[in-house]
């Protein structure tokens, strides 16, 4: 029923366009709320947003294109979508009915029959939630319409029903007197004895029946049917005939209604045989119970734990019903309803009494009683009756893969633990389990016990004999564990189950994609196991880092080889096809090296693919094909991989696709995908006279430029700031092709350069006219774009911070991005590029305060120490230099700088707590405060979290700063407050990573005037530094080496 509905609004979709309905002129739906949920009333607002367009209103004025919808219509749609779902499932759910809520309390307004109708969703219809939630729900409901809508008859009513489904204790004197000065009607009375009656209170009945009589309101059939529902659970048969008789004598006609009524009060008292002769005596007036009325008996029996005579009341179903395979709305809501109520076997048996469904060769078999399973998981039953359902429907032949969908839906619902019993009685099924069923259960436990969790995962894999394969380990075991020991990880893995040959591959593979080459070669050659060759040399290829790491991709390479597990490959000629097919970051000294490397090896590569390197590198130096020669076996078998292998034209650089335009022009073949891709290529290396060869080729052939050329011709002048001819262009590309969207990462680069070009309020036009028009994608892929513009308009003169929230007001209410701390930034540099400290400390209090976010804190922080000095900025911190005179005089300005420091800490404070003191250490060392840094450091009140600055010093070490990393091992030595050894090891690995001997040695050398013993492994990172660069290493390192050998 969903598919069809959804069917009918697209064709509804398909009339609207027909008839030129604009929709990416006319959504007013904020893009961050554009969620790819299970939301079905999204579309409901688009198509209430989207209207005609009407030439002549365009032409007289653009700006009136957006049409606002009302907050009343918008709740009417959603308020409609709660009532067909009441009428086409009978139910609804919870996140429906709390965004209609939220709607509602908005707009402070809902009418009468809205207000019913949510009144109503809080019965049974919500067959997925808990009596207790209902009614909380249901009094947030009465609370909300209360204060705006007069109260009447039809609410309490309403409210009664609320409370007859959730099994409520009614006391029948309050709740009369909460209503006054409404007057109950007849239909208030029958509710209230209805909700007795369930309830079993005879006596509170009795009572409401003496007022009825003493009102002059006469007894109805409902109140009948009530009094034996009430006499029934109270364990009173004989009463229950004694109703019925006195209904006969008053010549009330038993209805359908009536014998629900009287069998669901047998059943209460647990007198099945009454409940059959009561549905045997209504076939034999006539009278053919509902689905409904059956689904009541079924509940009531299932109440009372009478399941084992469910089956044969079951067969009173309609005749129709019983003949149809699917399960009707009603019945599966009557399941939802037993699953939750914990009857999880009665709501199987409403399964069970439908014929068995002929599938089709394209149906889905798992489509039958999957939502059965789905709602014991939801409901958290045990695994074991989930594994009986399951079973039951697979044996049934109902639904082959039951015990996947349960296993599914555990997954999906991240109920970690009842995955995996599931999966674990899958297994006991022979059925088959493949590794990403436990992607979600090693992310939870990576989540919730972390790398401990992850191992005792893994460890559950190799149990039910499934292989954690390298997707597994590396996206979804590996990033969640340390990898300070790799070789201790390794050996974790392998003790939770996974084969040393597998975990060698991965740990090494997440080596190299971090760039530790020599780490991930230590691995490969301490553990003898078969690696799997193909994973590790397109790691390689990722993470090779150029001369610094040849000789250490050499010795991987030749482990590789040696260890593969199919050794006839040519992995050494594969690892350099893979280097030189890098679309970014290749560098042919990096090929160079490692060649040259290669040639004091054994290792050789076959003639394919030194043809092949060659061929991807025209313009290559004059030492690389003499090297590649030399490491060439033509002997060696060629690759088929790599054989005569024509590159695609999105991989030939631009001397490649001439060479393939002419071959092309020569054979009379289609040029223009080449011409494309050679201006796109000519755009992005801002080569304006070539680009614009191309395009007078393309109008000489009568080659049509398409859309996506225009627009590689747009961004062309942008990247060479031509701001005119790029707005001409756009013009043209307009014109030509009107409907065409131009990427949003050109569009924002364009106005940026309208910014630069002091064009900052047609920059804005042009965003937000596109965004009026077109529907903005916006995300992550053009961040960068967004923070460039913004930066623009900040360095731009004569604009200030006002002007940049001009600008990040006109991309967030567009849609291009969300305000996060790198877009807040321009906002606080416009201050710094004016040298207004003060102002640029106000922005940033009122960023944290609107935002919770602290944007360039630790730049502005560091330009005020440096205003400041050491010693007044020690006595901003609350410090006295050293060798500082009491009541020395401050500077000029001194005071207010040392307030604006203060001002900032505090910020930090307020919103980071102690992680505020790690931005003072990180601060200090930055600006080489040394003296002031380990005042600090030795006041034993000065705290702060060790492991947020051990991954400062980390995010030093990968940026390339040494500085901050010296003045902090300066200003603590001699102290035990930090790791010193790690410290000095983070700074001999920046020297090995700058190539920098002189700063190493001099390093060693303060080490040893000190005596503070260096670690092995900076002894290590020195000593190949040394024998890198053919520089002899010192005496003491030589010493130290020789006593380890």
């Known amino acids: 029923m969903l598919a069809n509905r959804y069917i009918k609004l697209m064709r509804l979709t398909r009339v609207l366009e027909i008839n030129k309905y604009n929709f990416n002129n006319c959504i007013s739906i904020n893009s961050k709320d554009r969620s790819r949920t299970r939301n079905k009333y999204s579309l409901y ?241 006539g009278i053919q119970l509902g689905e409904t009325h059956v689904m009541e008996i079924v509940k009531t029996l299932a109440a009372v734990e009478g399941d084992s005579i469910i089956p044969k009341v079951l067969k009173y179903l309609p005749e129709e019903t019983l003949r149809r395979p699917s399960i009707s709305p009603v019945m599966q809501a009557a399941a939802t309803q037993l699953v939750f109520a914990g009857r999880a076997g009665a709501a199987l048996a409403l399964y069970e009494c439908l014929p068995l469904p002929a599938f089709g060769p394209r149906d889905d078999r798992g489509l039958h009683g999957r939502s059965l399973v789905r709602d014991c998981v939801k409901a958290g039953l045990p695994s074991g009756v989930i594994a009986d359902v399951a079973e039951a429907l697979m044996v049934s032949g109902r639904n082959p893969i039951a015990i996947q969908n349960a296993a599914e839906a555990a997954l999906q619902l991240a109920r970690g633990p009842l995955a995996t019993d599931l999966l674990t009685h899958m297994a006991r099924l022979d059925l088959p389990l493949r590794p990403h069923y436990f992607w979600p259960i090693l992310l939870q436990a990576a989540k919730t016990h972390g790398e401990k969790g992850v191992m005792r995962a893994l460890a559950t894999m190799a149990r039910m004999g499934v292989r954690a394969d390298h997707e597994t380990l590396a996206t979804y075991a590996l990033p969640h564990v340390s990898h300070a020991a790799p070789q201790s990880l390794v050996r974790k893995l392998q003790a939770a189950g996974v084969a040393l040959g597998d975990a060698v591959t991965a740990v090494a593979a997440v080596l190299l994609h971090a760039g530790q080459v020599r780490a991930a070669s230590e691995i490969c050659e301490i553990f003898s196991a078969k690696v799997d060759a193909e994973v590790l040399v397109k790691a390689l290829a990722a993470g090779y880092g150029g001369a610094s790491d040849a000789r250490h991709a050499v010795h991987l390479l030749e482990d590789v080889t040696e260890k593969a597990r199919d050794p006839a490959q040519d992995w050494v000629g594969r690892f350099l096809c893979e280097l030189v097919r890098q679309r970014r970051g290749f560098d042919v000294n990096k090929l160079t090296a490692v060649v040259e490397a290669l040639e004091s090896t054994k290792l050789r590569i076959s003639s394919s693919a030194a043809e092949y390197c060659l061929s991807r590198v025209p313009r290559c130096p004059a030492p690389l094909p003499a090297a590649l020669a030399a490491i060439t076996d033509p002997a060696r078998p060629d690759d088929v991989t790599l054989a005569h292998r024509v590159p695609h034209p999105r991989d030939m650089d631009e001397a490649g696709l001439e060479s393939h335009l002419r071959e092309l022009e020569a054979k009379g073949l289609n040029t223009r995908g080449v011409l494309r891709r050679l201006l796109q290529r000519h755009v992005r290396r801002a080569d304006l006279p070539a680009a614009r060869r191309v395009a007078d080729k393309c109008r000489a052939e009568g080659v049509e430029l398409s859309a996506g050329m225009r627009a590689a011709i747009v961004e062309l002048h942008v990247r060479v700031g031509e701001l005119d001819a790029a707005e001409l262009a756009l013009a043209e590309l307009r014109r030509a092709a009107p409907n065409f969207t131009l990427d949003e990462h050109k569009l924002l680069d364009l106005a940026a350069l309208a910014v630069r070009h002091h064009r900052l309020d047609d920059a804005l036009r042009l965003l937000d006219d596109h965004a009026r028009t077109r529907v903005v994608r916006g995300g992550a892929g053009v961040a960068g774009n967004c923070r460039r513009l913004l930066e623009a308009v900040a360095a731009a003169e004569g604009t200030g911070a006002a002007d940049v929230r001009r600008a990040l007001r006109t991309l967030t209410t567009g849609g291009y991005c969300r305000a996060d701390t790198a877009l807040l930034a321009p906002i606080v540099r416009a201050h710094l590029n004016r040298d207004d400290l003060a102002g640029a400390v106000r922005e940033l209090a009122s960023l944290a305060e609107q935002y919770n976010k602290t944007p360039l804190k630790h730049e502005v922080l560091c330009v005020l120490l440096t205003a400041l000095g050491e010693r007044a900025a020690a006595r901003a911190l609350g410090e006295r230099a050293e060798g500082d005179a009491a009541g020395g005089a401050a500077g000029g300005g001194e005071g207010g700088l040392a307030d604006l420091v203060r001002a900032v800490l505090d910020i930090d404070r307020r919103l980071h707590g102690a992680g505020a003191q790690i931005s003072v250490l990180a601060a200090l060392a930055e600006v080489g405060h040394a003296s002031t840094l380990r005042r600090l450091l030795l006041d034993p009140t000065f705290t702060f979290p060790g492991a947020a600055l051990a991954r400062q010093c980390a995010r030093w070490a990968d940026e390339r700063r040494a500085r901050p990393l010296r003045t902090l091992a300066d200003a603590a030595r001699g102290l035990r407050r930090l790791d010193l050894a790690h410290l000095y090891e983070l700074l001999m690995d920046v020297y090995q990573r700058e190539d920098d001997v002189s700063a190493a040695l001099e390093l060693w050398r303060e080490l040893q005037e000190r005596d503070v013993p260096p670690s092995p492994r900076l002894s290590r990172t020195l000593r190949a530094l040394c024998d890198a660069n053919h520089a002899p290493p010192p005496p003491g390192l030589v010493r130290q080496t020789t006593a380890a050998s």
């Not at 009302?70 to 009532?83: F, I, N, T, Y």
């Not at 709390?98 to 809080?122: A, P």
């Not at 009447?152 to 409520?168: A, M, P, Q, R, S």
């Not at 629900?260 to 005596?281: C, E, G, I, K, N």
């Open 45 to 285: 607002e688009t198509l209430v947003n989207a209207r005609p367009i009407v030439s002549s209103v365009v032409v007289q004025d653009k700006t009136n294109l957006r049409k606002t919808v009302s907050s009343q219509e918008v709740l009417e749609k959603l308020v409609a979508g709660l009532s067909t779902d009441i009428y086409q499932k009978n139910r609804v759910y919870k996140n429906d009915l709390m965004r209609v809520m939220s709607k509602v309390k908005e707009g402070n307004f809902c009418t009468k029959k809205q207000s019913l109708l949510l009144l109503r969703c809080c019965t049974q219809l919500l067959a997925d939630e808990a009596p207790a939630t209902r009614l909380d729900l249901a009094e947030q409901i009465w609370n909300t319409i209360r204060s705006h809508t007069e109260l009447t008859v039809d609410h309490y009513n309403e409210l009664l029903k609320v409370y007859i489904d959730n099994g409520k204790w009614l006391t029948v004197s309050s709740f009369v007197q909460e209503m006054s000065p409404i007057i109950p009607n007849i239909t208030t009375y029958e509710l209230m004895l209805r909700a007795l009656g369930e309830a079993g209170d005879i006596d509170q009945a009795t009572e409401v029946i003496s007022n009825m009589k003493t009102q002059g309101i006469a007894a109805t059939e409902n109140v009948f049917n009530s009094l034996i529902i009430g006499q029934g659970k109270a364990g009173r048969i004989e009463s229950v005939q004694e109703v019925l008789s006195v209904m006969k004598s008053l010549r009330l006609e038993y209805s359908a209604d009536t014998y629900t009524a009287a069998a669901r009060a047998y059943a209460a008292a647990r007198q099945h045989d009454l409940v059959v002769s009561t549905l045997d005596a209504a076939l034999a007036s």
